[in-house]
């Protein structure tokens, strides 16, 4: 059987390992961080356990069809919990709107705020629902090399309900006047990185997987599903080297040989990279071998970097639910000074994640984990006078908002932002979650999976298809896996 490497352990990484070792090869993953899991890493401190990156856990469906492949199911490695409610959001002070997890609950919400929403709710879900199926069944699970992949007769079928060239913010808008019922479905958007206004409408299918398919919690937090993954992996013989960063990867006669890495030369027949797609190609490939140039990236849409906060604070908090959304201002002006104009944000929108409401194991009794997240632009400059400020806007605002004061209570606190992205990840700019998914970055426009100058070399993760986010980065890794199957049999006389 083969040698396949594989550059860092996000969860595309996990899954394009997971299958390739289902299939009886020799699978090594190197990352250079100390711990796996990549920008889904966990950290424990002062008896509080924070998951570092995602925190909403959406899609269920598509962790099922990853572990189904190995006659398992997600039960066999992590307990989840649904949320009711989903999450909640503050436009102010005691202006609070809750998102039930009951879809009649939910149609009575859009109703008492917009005679007649109830019913557009319906058609706008019923829609939306469409183009998941479509979506999941013929098109995310596609490499995006060529328009013909895409040319099944259930995608010709539904072209025009896929509203693939109306923007997000009209359709939105042609159904809910409420600016609160239009923030609302609006901000899903904010996961796929980009403004509303610039995103085609086929993303309302994150409405409907947000808003019908329900809003979940594994227990002990995110990094749950990490654990489970590393487990089954090990299971299948994946080696695993942590804090082993790779540093060239030597390529000859149209492909790559060797990985360099600060712990010595690893051997390969296949390369998956699943470290972000613009390291792997402007620093660790040779020039000649690169397809993109520094120009190609530069004029990428990223999605946000953010200014996270880890925060302890020892008592608890009323009024927080375990996802709390802080729309208090316009978020129109917050999304020009991230796309258009970059500055630190004006007025800015936030996020506040209190999974201690949920679960008891990661922080001490009578506790409260919290972790703020802030979008910002990528590459803004990133100084301890700004983070300060920023995290002090949010703390102000929570105790404003939820009456309920706890500054001198914190006994925990860590700050992360654009340049610990850099460190941390090799993120360009310092972005959180990969490329933006507006439609000129959309499938066959998106950075290729496959290089054309390496034929053994597979990119995988959220720079290319199907794009940002945890259930893409799983879907990611499965193609890579599936190209990367191919190409090994095809060149197994070779081997
Ligand atoms: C703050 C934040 C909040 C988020 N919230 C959500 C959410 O709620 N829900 C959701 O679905 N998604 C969310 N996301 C997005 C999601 O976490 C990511 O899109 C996804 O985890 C990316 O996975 P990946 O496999 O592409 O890469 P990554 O997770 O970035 O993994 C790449 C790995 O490569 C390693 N690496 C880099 N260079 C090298 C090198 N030279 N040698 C060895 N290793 C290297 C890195 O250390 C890293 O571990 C969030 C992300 C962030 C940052």
Redesign the pocket.
Known sequence: MAQVNI???????LAAAGLLAKEGHDVSI????PT??????QFQDKGFTFD???????MPDVFERFFRQFNQQPSDYYQLVKLDPSFRIFFGKGDILDIPDSYSQLEEVFESLEVGSAKKLRSFLENAKQKYEVGMQHLVYKQGNSLWEFATWEVLRSLLKLDLFTSFDTYTRSHFRHEKLIALMEFPIL?LGAMPSRTPALYSLMNYAGLRLGTWYPLGGMYEIVNGMTRLLQSLGVEFHAE????HISASGGRSTLLH?SKGAFKHDVLIA???YH?VEQS?LPEKHRKYSPGYWNKRSLSPS?L?AFVGVKKRIKNLLHHNLFFHEDFQQHAQEIYVQPKWPTKPLFYVCCPSKTDDSIAPEGMENLFF?LPIAPNLEDSPEAREEYFHYMLSKIEQFTGEAFAADIIYRKLYCVED?KM????LKGN???LSNTLQQTAILKPKMRSDKIGNLFY????TVPG??????LI??QIAAKQASQYLKNHESNL
């Open positions: 550059i860092g352990s996000g969860f595309s990484s190197f990352e250079k961080n796996f899991g990549g920008r889904a890493r570092m990156g995602p925190s909403w856990y959406w996961f082993t960063e790779v540093q890495t699943g470290a972000d390291h660790l953010c996270l997240l992205f941390d990840y090799h993120a959180a979650y990969g995988t993760g959220h720079l940002p986010g945890v259930p893409p980065a990611s890794g």
